[in-house]
Every structure is written in structure tokens, then in C-alpha cells.
């Protein structure tokens, strides 16, 4: 067993007795999303919100995409709908979508040979859809999607050599997600929902990801953690009573 899952497996035993010491003097946050989600682990954010804990249930692949598909290799949706049943946080964070816009709404649009955006506008849907379902059980704030920080032509790294079949650019890549957060931001506006933008901050002159958020390990597609984490909690402390 390598160290990752070793590592997972016991975080995954102590878990339980964390979040009960944690709920005995502060208010639980729920965080669903995929391999980005970790960010909320920063221990900027027990500073920012000592009122706080967050319940973080990171899957790592998830994709909005997938999560009407029941045969989904992540199962992300069961692992979130178990979350949302046993938690009682009053507000729930959702971060999701880069899997998709990076990779998934490409590679399935080369599959099937029809248009990106006819991909995008199922995810969305799911995406939707999920957010609604959130918002039965507690308040929801939706963070944006991260900007591509895989560059064209890039083949350091797990996640890269598995993107690189996909033939669209980093700007097209961008292009895609930032339409993507439009459109969830503009959902959330007329629902009701809280929604974190980071886009504007995110982008550098070129109008690709900033240099100055990318992780100091050029093999590392995440953002670096504790910039991001920064970016988050600018925005939460406006958004949290």
C-alpha cells in the first residue's frame, strides 16, 4: 500500500472523533468537491473563522459531469449526498467544475463529435441540480472553478500526461471556464446562493491563469495552496455572518 493511501485510510479512521471534538465549540462548515477542495485544509482559514470548522469531503476526479452518471468511477454523488444527510452544518461550500472545463467536456466533445459548449450545458445542469439539493438542507456557497494552469505542450505530471490526448489550448481551456463560472455565477445570483468569484483575480495580463498562483512544483496543476486559500477568505468574510 503506498503512502497516499495509507495516509488516506487513516484519515479516514480518525475522522469521526475530529469533527466531534471540533463540533463541541464551533460551527461546522461542509465542503463537497473534488481534489481542489483541499484548499480548505489551510490552516489560514481555522485563523480567519475561529467560529468555524470545515467539514471537508474532497473527491479527488469529481466532475459535475458525472454526478447523474450512477456508474461513475468517483461516485462523488453518493459520497456527497451521505455527507449532506449526516452533517448538520447551516452552510454548505461546493467547489467543483475544473475537472470538467480542463478536461472532461473536451475529451468527450472529441469523443462524440459534437460541440463543447452541448457538453458544458449538461454539466451545468448537473452542477445546478446539485446546488439545489444543497440548498433543502442549509445555506450554499458555490466557489469558481480553477483556471487552467496546465500549459499547452506540458507533459510534467500525473494529471498533465493524462489531460494531454485533449487537443484544445490553455486559452481555449480558460475561455471554457470562465464561461462556466458566468453561468454558475449568474445562477447563483437568481437563486440566491452565495458565489465566490475568483476569475478576475485569477487571471494574469495575458488573460491566462497568473503566474503568481501557480504551485512552485511545475508538476503540481493545484493552485498554490496558501494564495488560494487567501482568495477564499477575502471573499468568505463578507459572505459569513
Known sequence: MGRIKIKEVFRRAVRPAVLWVNSLTREEILVLGDSHATVFENRDFKTA?????????????????????????????????????????????????????GFLLWYKAQKHNKPVEVMMDRALENYQRLLKTVSEKSNVVCVSAPLPTIRDGQDLGEIANLRKEVK????????????????????????????????????GDDGLVSAALLDSDPKEHHYDRKKHAAMIIRRLQKALP
Open 49 to 101: 473563522f475561529p467560529k468555524y470548522f470545515f467539514n471537508i469531503v474532497s473527491v479527488r476526479g469529481a466532475t459535475v459531469s458525472g454526478l447523474s452518471n450512477p456508474m461513475s468511477k468517483t461516485q462523488a454523488m453518493p459520497l456527497f449526498t451521505k455527507a449532506l444527510q449526516r452533517s448538520k452544518a447551516k452552510t454548505t461550500m461546493v467547489l467543483l467544475g475544473e475537472v470538467d472545463t
Open 168 to 203: 484544445a489550448t490553455q486559452r481555449q481551456r480558460t475561455d471554457l471556464t470562465l464561461e462556466f463560472n458566468r453561468r454558475m455565477r449568474d445562477f447563483c445570483g437568481a437563486n440566491g446562493f452565495v458565489y465566490l468569484s475568483l476569475d478576475e483575480e485569477s487571471l
